[in-house]
């Protein structure tokens, strides 16, 4: 063991969601609708990279936005921000 540890807490979140209407917007191939999973994965940096795909496939899209910075709930309240965007829909993009 050497002295590297793992932070207190979830490093990564995923949730599976339905997108709302006008979908969330995408870094790569612009609004994606339908069935999404999202996840949430914290950096060094102090900020969180937001990922989205259609649920079951293989290729990842960075939700525009992405990376967030960490809201004074951490990961799990920036997750739940994202995730609580895109059912709401209307080109979600992650917090800024």
Excluded at 16 to 35: K, S
Excluded at 59 to 79: D, I, N, R
Aim: proline share 10%; charged share 20%.
């Amino acid at each position: 063991m050497t002295g590297h540890h793992t932070p207190p807490g979830p490093e990564r979140l995923q949730d599976d969601v339905t997108a709302g209407p006008g979908g969330a917007m995408t870094e790569e191939v612009g609004v994606v609708t339908g069935d999404l999973t999202i996840a949430t994965s914290a950096r060094p940096d102090g900020r969180a990279a937001v990922a989205v795909q259609y649920t079951g496939a293989e290729e990842w899209y960075t939700l525009t936005g992405s990376p967030s910075p960490l809201p004074p709930g951490g990961l799990a309240a920036l997750h739940s921000e994202v995730v609580h965007r895109v059912r709401r829909g209307g080109g979600a993009e992650a917090p800024r």
